[in-house]
């Protein structure tokens, strides 16, 4: 089963829950939820997993819990799939 790991740029208390693109190598994630208490990672989870059209279990964040900059696991999509589909968000 393919996994991709892709590096995520996390804005907490982003205004709104949305993917806002690849930049410098990086996706770029606001979400409206604090980083209080793992809030902001839970969001970023099912985020990524709304906007790939995978199960949340399939999504998981591997380096960067504390971070605004993460490393975050898709499992059972490709890399170029997992771009293809962020391609398409608003």
Do not use: F, Y
């Not at 393919?2 to 410098?24: F, S």
């Not at 279990?57 to 490709?78: E, F, M, N, P």
């Amino acid at each position: 089963m393919p996994e991709t790991l892709l590096r995520v740029r996390l804005q907490p208390r982003g205004g709104a829950n949305a993917v806002d693109g690849v930049r410098d190598g990086e996706v770029r994630a606001r979400v409206t939820a604090p980083p209080a208490g793992g809030a902001a990672n839970d969001a970023l989870v099912r985020l990524l997993a709304k906007a790939l059209g995978v199960a949340r279990g399939r999504v998981s964040i591997v380096r960067g819990l504390a971070s605004r900059t993460k490393l975050v696991r898709i499992d059972g999509l490709a890399e170029e799939e997992v771009l293809a589909r962020l391609g398409r968000q608003p």
